[in-house]
């Protein structure tokens, strides 16, 4: 599917109700285009998988329930199960209230040796680029800092509307996020013991590159919308009985 990484913005988070979430997309409608690829799909969204890393004490799960001010998240994306298509190695870093990521396109049968420490080589990358070979040697650094290792996979369904120019706008919708414990660097989209992390709660998010847009404020007025953190990972591992049932002996 296309790429379309906002490699620093802002963005904001609100918890919805489902009928809410559809009056909301409405009002989106007139001010952005749907995902393309989403556009093909029922209810216009469509399956995104995480295999999320972190240390074995947990190193990035307390930096965020600490409120560490810098701090970063090291995921695989994937869409799709099977064969050797494509995943995605992905570093998503807070500073302040800035939100920057980093991406590299990687073969599937390259993961698996990447998460062990090996060296990261223009062979492993699907799309070879300077920027997916700056973005996989900082995320394998930060792997072997680490020594991170597959901790949960988080899954959900996400409907995605954008608008490009300089002020890049990007509005999303995820349902059904689902989170379970993993231990090894498996592309399933499966979920055998599935623990859903936020109920029937749409998380919507509102992300932009420059400023916050005018009728942004206006849609927030208008439904009457408060802000709240939807961390995925860190919500998914609280909903699975915290961290005890992560860590290995």
Same mark, same amino acid.
């Given at each position: 599917?296309?790429?379309?990484?906002?490699?620093?913005?802002?963005?904001?988070?609100?918890?919805?109700?489902?009928?809410?979430?559809?009056? +909301?997309?409405?009002? +989106?409608?007139?001010?952005?285009?749907?995902?393309?690829?989403?556009?093909?799909?029922?209810?216009?969204?469509?399956?995104?998988?995480?295999?999320?890393?972190?240390?074995?004490?947990?190193?990035?799960?307390?930096?965020?329930?600490?409120?560490?001010?810098?701090?970063?998240?090291?995921?695989?994306?994937?869409?799709?199960?099977?064969?050797? /298509?494509?995943?995605?190695?992905?570093?998503?870093?807070?500073?302040?209230?800035?939100?920057?990521?980093? /991406?590299?396109? +990687?073969?599937?049968?390259?993961?698996? /040796?990447?998460?062990?420490?090996?060296?990261?080589? *223009?062979?492993?990358?699907? $799309?070879?680029?300077?920027?997916?070979?700056?973005?996989?040697?900082? &995320?394998?650094?930060? &792997?072997?800092?680490?020594?991170?290792?597959?901790?949960?996979?988080?899954?959900?369904?996400?409907?995605? *509307?954008?608008?490009?120019?300089?002020?890049?706008?990007?509005?999303?919708?995820?349902?059904? +996020?689902?989170?379970?414990?993993?231990?090894?660097? $498996?592309?399933?989209?499966?979920?055998?013991?599935?623990?859903?992390?936020?109920?029937?709660?749409?998380? @919507?998010?509102?992300?932009?590159?420059?400023?916050?847009?005018? *009728?942004?404020?206006? @849609?927030?007025?208008?439904?009457?919308?408060?802000?709240?953190?939807?961390?995925?990972?860190?919500?998914?591992?609280?909903? @699975?009985?915290?961290?005890?049932? &992560?860590?290995?002996?």
């Amino acid at each position: 599917m296309p790429d379309n990484l906002q490699k620093q913005r802002f963005e904001f988070k609100y918890h919805l109700e489902s009928h809410t979430a559809l009056a +909301v997309r409405d009002f +989106v409608s007139s001010y952005l285009e749907l995902d393309a690829f989403g556009a093909t799909q029922p209810n216009y969204s469509y399956p995104v998988h995480s295999l999320y890393l972190d240390s074995p004490n947990l190193k990035t799960y307390y930096d965020t329930i600490n409120g560490e001010r810098n701090r970063y998240k090291l995921r695989i994306r994937y869409y799709e199960s099977g064969g050797d /298509r494509p995943v995605y190695f992905e570093m998503k870093r807070r500073i302040n209230s800035i939100i920057a990521k980093k /991406r590299a396109k +990687v073969y599937r049968s390259s993961a698996e /040796r990447l998460v062990s420490g090996f060296m990261p080589g *223009w062979h492993d990358l699907a $799309v070879k680029d300077d920027d997916g070979m700056d973005a996989i040697l900082d &995320i394998s650094q930060k &792997i072997n800092y680490l020594q991170a290792r597959p901790t949960v996979h988080v899954s959900y369904l996400r409907e995605a *509307w954008m608008a490009d120019g300089t002020n890049k706008i990007r509005v999303t919708f995820d349902r059904d +996020v689902y989170t379970e414990p993993v231990q090894e660097v $498996v592309f399933k989209n499966e979920m055998y013991r599935p623990t859903r992390v936020f109920g029937n709660t749409v998380i @919507l998010e509102l992300k932009f590159t420059d400023r916050f847009p005018e *009728w942004f404020k206006t @849609l927030v007025q208008v439904f009457g919308l408060r802000q709240q953190s939807a961390a995925k990972y860190v919500d998914g591992l609280i909903n @699975l009985g915290h961290e005890n049932k &992560i860590r290995l002996s």
